[in-house]
Nanobody, 124 residues
Framework: QVRLVESGGGSVQAGGSLRLSCAAS????????MAWFRQAPGKEREAVAV???????TLYAESVKGRFTISLQNARSTFLQMNSLKPEDTAMYYC??????????????????WGQGTQVTVSS
């Protein structure tokens, strides 16, 4: 089973930046899309951004548009550049991926591989 490994989380002050990375453990894994989700304490997991491997097309949650940028390093690794961070961005961030279209990008059920999560904490 393919594992996704995230890195790059940490603690920053409001207005700061962080860059998250995610890579699939299997070199032969080729994705259809890669996405980032986040879950804050006491809240449901929510989709943040997705990138489609073949086209490079991206979609973002309204709450992060203009501040976050998702990009690909290759077909099995992705970055999430987070700028102008706000305290409400504090959450555990998870990388997700799929090898074929399984449904809406905002649904957790549309992905068949997940990372273990990396914590992002933004202080005011």
């Amino acid at each position: 089973q393919v594992r996704l490994v995230e890195s790059g989380g940490g603690s920053v002050q409001a207005g700061g930046s962080l860059r998250l990375s995610c890579a699939a453990s299997a070199y032969t894994y080729r994705t259809y899309s890669m996405a980032w989700f986040r879950q804050a304490p006491g809240k449901e997991r929510e989709a943040v951004a997705v990138i489609y491997t073949a086209s490079g097309g991206t979609l973002y949650a309204e709450s992060v548009k203009g501040r976050f940028t998702i990009s690909l390093q290759n077909a099995r690794s992705t970055f999430l550049q987070m700028n102008s961070l706000k305290p409400e961005d504090t959450a555990m961030y998870y990388c997700a991926a799929c090898v074929a279209y399984l449904g809406s990008w905002v649904s957790e059920n549309s992905y068949d591989a997940w990372g273990q999560g990396t914590q992002v904490t933004v202080s005011s």
